[in-house]
């Protein structure tokens, strides 16, 4: 494809024929190489947007966008590597708990996250709240980690995937963010690039994921899993509920104290529920012959017996970071500052609006608005109610954690407003929404 005959591709994607594998593969070349300008690639984009690409289209597009920069070599670890990504939500801690009880089952994981960018931090902030933990190891080092605790967390290498850093600044710009296939090209092509052998995807949907519809969720994940098909990894995508926050705890330090009481066998049902789904469907795909059902059962030994928590502590101390603080949360920086949510009347809780309790977290300076932004680990809110439950006016609902009053008083208005209170009891949640393989 010449340069100067980009135009001609705009219009093929425009009039809706599909693009073919050598077509794609230039595009990208050509777009990170800077012979593409922006505008022309915003105009392709958008044509995606309307158009849609047929799965071999988007298959080759990932693959091509995984190329452009390092893809990790973990050859070096023994063993089948799994991968899990979640696609985000409010108070999802479960890399925490889930990538210990794998370790624990003897399936390696060597995971690279990514930073929060909205309400909450990400895995790393939430993993950085632990005084002295190393999220930037070399890859010596996160390899050496891997071989001798099983399990290793590091964030993102400045090279992996750079056309997916250079396409997602300009979809943010250019109104193109929300198309179900460059969502989809955009996390494959980072989980491709990680190097893991099978991947797990987990697909939240509901009021505080990043797609709330449920068909939508369905075709995100099923885009998924035939790319990760396409380019030969086998990939299952869970689809779980996010129409309450994981747990209780929101905000970074509050998280990562939750997920030890959970590695204590001490944790929220919900959260214990859903973390032992996606262990038991990750030692599925990493040991041969067993059952997700039987998966299950290992991660519920694991977790029962202590050993997926000495694994957490093994990555910990492997990551520099002080155990003191595992071993005594009470430890953890608190804010300076908290207030109680009362239950305005009476009545069972029958929705919450999990993004606006996302929110409500960020104002309290659980998040950060750009990726310069500081974020206060100790900040966020502890749920004292889920939904389901009976409450009297008066009752606590949560408890709001913040540096400052000013920001309590901003966030406890936009509380105010993120549940709502019935006559009737709601049915529960079916927290495994569906299996996609």
Same mark, same amino acid.
Request: hydrophobic letters at 40%; aromatic letters at 4%; one cysteine or more.
């Given at each position: 494809?010449?340069?100067?005959?980009?135009?001609?591709?705009?219009?093929?994607?425009?009039?809706?024929?599909?693009?073919?594998?050598?077509?794609?593969?230039?595009?990208?070349?050509?777009?990170?190489?800077?012979?593409?300008?922006?505008?022309?690639?915003?105009?392709?984009?958008?044509?995606?947007?309307?158009?849609?690409?047929?799965?071999?289209?988007?298959?080759?597009?990932?693959?091509?966008?995984?190329?452009?920069?390092?893809?990790?070599? #973990?050859?070096?670890?023994? !063993? &089948?590597? /799994?991968? %899990?990504? @979640?696609?985000? $939500?409010? +108070?999802?801690?479960?890399?925490?708990?889930?990538?210990? #009880?794998?370790?624990?089952? !003897? &399936?390696? /994981?060597? %995971?690279? @996250?990514?930073? $929060?960018? +909205?309400?909450?931090?990400?895995?790393?902030?939430?993993?950085?709240?632990?005084?002295?933990?190393?999220?930037?190891?070399?890859?010596?080092?996160?390899?050496?980690?891997?071989?001798?605790?099983?399990?290793?967390?590091?964030?993102?290498?400045?090279?992996?995937?750079?056309?997916?850093?250079?396409?997602?600044?300009?979809?943010?710009?250019?109104?193109?963010?929300?198309?179900?296939?460059?969502?989809?090209?955009?996390?494959?092509?980072?989980?491709?690039?990680?190097?893991?052998?099978?991947?797990?995807?987990?697909?939240?949907?509901?009021?505080?994921?990043?797609?709330?519809?449920?068909?939508?969720?369905?075709?995100?994940?099923?885009?998924?899993?035939?790319?990760?098909?396409?380019?030969?990894?086998?990939?299952?995508?869970?689809?779980?509920?996010?129409?309450?926050?994981?747990?209780?705890?929101?905000?970074?330090?509050?998280?990562?104290?939750?997920?030890?009481?959970?590695?204590?066998?001490?944790?929220?049902?919900?959260?214990?529920?859903?973390?032992?789904?996606?262990?038991?469907?990750?030692?599925?795909?990493?040991?041969?012959?067993?059952?997700?059902?039987?998966?299950?059962?290992?991660?519920?030994?694991?977790?029962?017996?202590?050993?997926?928590?000495?694994?957490?502590?093994?990555?910990?101390?492997?990551?520099?970071?002080?155990?003191?603080?595992?071993?005594?949360?009470?430890?953890?920086?608190?804010?300076?500052?908290?207030?109680?949510?009362?239950?305005?009347?009476?009545?069972?809780?029958?929705?919450?609006?999990?993004?606006?309790?996302?929110?409500?977290?960020?104002?309290?300076?659980?998040?950060?608005?750009?990726?310069?932004?500081?974020?206060?680990?100790?900040?966020?809110?502890?749920?004292?109610?889920?939904?389901?439950?009976?409450?009297?006016?008066?009752?606590?609902?949560?408890?709001?954690?913040?540096?400052?009053?000013?920001?309590?008083?901003?966030?406890?208005?936009?509380?105010?407003?993120?549940?709502?209170?019935?006559?009737?009891?709601?049915?529960?949640?079916?927290?495994?929404?569906?299996?996609?393989?």
């Amino acid at each position: 494809m010449q340069t100067g005959r980009f135009v001609d591709l705009i219009h093929k994607k425009k009039e809706g024929r599909p693009l073919d594998e050598q077509e794609i593969q230039d595009m990208i070349r050509q777009y990170v190489a800077g012979e593409i300008p922006d505008y022309q690639m915003s105009a392709m984009l958008m044509a995606i947007c309307f158009q849609g690409m047929n799965d071999e289209e988007l298959t080759a597009l990932t693959i091509a966008m995984r190329d452009s920069g390092d893809v990790a070599d #973990l050859s070096d670890i023994s !063993g &089948v590597k /799994v991968d %899990k990504h @979640s696609t985000g $939500g409010v +108070g999802d801690k479960t890399t925490l708990i889930t990538g210990p #009880l794998v370790a624990a089952c !003897g &399936v390696p /994981v060597a %995971k690279m @996250s990514g930073r $929060g960018l +909205g309400f909450t931090g990400g895995t790393l902030d939430k993993l950085e709240s632990i005084p002295g933990f190393r999220i930037d190891l070399s890859e010596d080092e996160f390899l050496g980690a891997v071989r001798s605790a099983g399990i290793s967390v590091i964030g993102q290498t400045g090279n992996l995937a750079p056309a997916d850093k250079m396409l997602y600044a300009l979809r943010d710009v250019t109104g193109t963010v929300e198309s179900i296939p460059l969502i989809a090209s955009s996390i494959m092509s980072k989980k491709l690039a990680a190097g893991s052998d099978k991947i797990l995807l987990d697909v939240t949907t509901g009021s505080g994921a990043f797609i709330k519809d449920i068909e939508q969720s369905r075709e995100l994940a099923r885009r998924m899993v035939a790319i990760g098909k396409g380019a030969g990894r086998e990939t299952v995508a869970m689809l779980t509920s996010m129409d309450e926050p994981l747990g209780h705890a929101i905000g970074n330090n509050l998280e990562v104290k939750e997920a030890i009481e959970t590695l204590k066998g001490n944790g929220p049902e919900d959260l214990r529920e859903v973390c032992l789904a996606l262990a038991g469907m990750m030692l599925a795909l990493g040991r041969e012959g067993l059952s997700y059902e039987d998966g299950k059962k290992l991660a519920e030994e694991a977790l029962d017996s202590g050993a997926a928590y000495e694994k957490f502590t093994a990555m910990v101390e492997g990551q520099g970071g002080d155990l003191s603080y595992i071993e005594d949360p009470g430890k953890f920086v608190q804010s300076a500052c908290h207030r109680e949510l009362a239950a305005r009347g009476d009545g069972y809780i029958s929705h919450m609006d999990t993004e606006g309790i996302g929110i409500t977290a960020g104002i309290l300076g659980a998040g950060r608005e750009t990726k310069e932004s500081e974020i206060d680990y100790s900040a966020g809110i502890i749920m004292r109610k889920k939904l389901g439950d009976k409450v009297q006016r008066g009752d606590v609902i949560a408890t709001l954690h913040s540096a400052s009053e000013e920001k309590l008083d901003r966030a406890e208005g936009y509380m105010e407003k993120c549940y709502t209170l019935s006559d009737h009891e709601p049915e529960p949640l079916k927290l495994i929404v569906d299996i996609i393989c």
